[in-house]
């Protein structure tokens, strides 16, 4: 089966710091997504990629870069960590940009960032 | 843009009754996919049920099952034979027909507590 693997469960930074945040997938995937979750509002999409070096912005991008370097690894960046980013990150992958809307999205165990 | 509201921020069932969670969904386009999403404390997103708009038999898997209503854009999850493991977020997303790159938008989640 399908594994995305974000690098960590849980993270604390501290405000000012850059953070970065990984996720790799192992099935050659084209699309990578950035989602974040908060209580009350869901998950909401920051930012996806549909092919080495592209990327596109979610809905809210604000605060956040990407990088998209290799197919299988799609990074989220906080430059300049704030407390009002503290949340938990969930990442996910899909097979094709061509597919159909039914093509399955598979998530990450997400990680959940404190910054203090 | 599409949206997908859940109204319901939690319920609750007795273990081995039945409990529907609400979700109703904006659009403008005439075909796409609807979907359930279970996360249970694991964190783990698990595809529950998925519906796609052009058809109009509900879906069903195993003890889950949609009320599709496409003209009322209303998709709620019934859930029969509530087991301790069906405890959860469940959220309801929409996808646009040819998805390929384009996101999944969620709803708010509804938290589903199972009483023994």
């Known amino acids: 089966d399908v594994k995305v693997t974000q690098s960590s469960r849980y993270l604390v930074k501290r405000t000012g710091e850059k953070v970065f945040l990984e996720c790799v997938q192992d099935?050659?995937?084209?699309?990578m997504f950035w989602y974040r979750q908060d209580p009350g509002l869901g998950l909401r999409l920051i930012y996806f990629s549909y092919d080495v070096k592209m990327k596109e912005k979610g809905d809210i991008p604000e605060g956040y870069s990407v990088s998209r370097e290799k197919k299988e690894r799609f990074s989220l960046i906080l430059e300049s960590a704030s407390t009002n980013q503290t949340s938990m990150y969930l990442c996910a992958s899909s097979l094709s940009r061509t597919g159909k809307g039914d093509e399955k999205l598979f998530f990450g165990s997400g990680t959940q960032l404190s910054v203090l | 843009a599409q949206t997908v509201t859940q109204s319901q921020p939690e319920m609750s069932v007795q273990e081995a009754e039945t409990v529907t969670l609400s979700c109703t969904y904006d659009t403008s386009e005439s075909d796409y996919y609807l979907f359930w999403y279970k996360q249970p404390p694991s964190r783990q997103m698990i595809l529950v049920i998925r519906?796609?708009?052009?058809?109009?038999q509900n879906a069903t898997e195993n003890r889950f099952s949609v009320n599709f209503q496409k003209a009322a854009k209303s998709f709620s999850l019934k859930i029969s034979d509530s087991q301790l493991g069906d405890a959860a977020m469940y959220f309801c997303?929409?996808?646009?027909?040819?998805?390929?790159?384009?996101?999944?938008?969620f709803g708010q989640g509804t938290r589903l507590t199972i009483n023994p």
């Open positions: 519906q796609e708009a052009y058809k109009q």
């Open positions: 997303a929409y996808r646009s027909y040819w998805g390929g790159a384009q996101k999944l938008v």
């Open positions: 099935m050659d995937h084209e699309n």
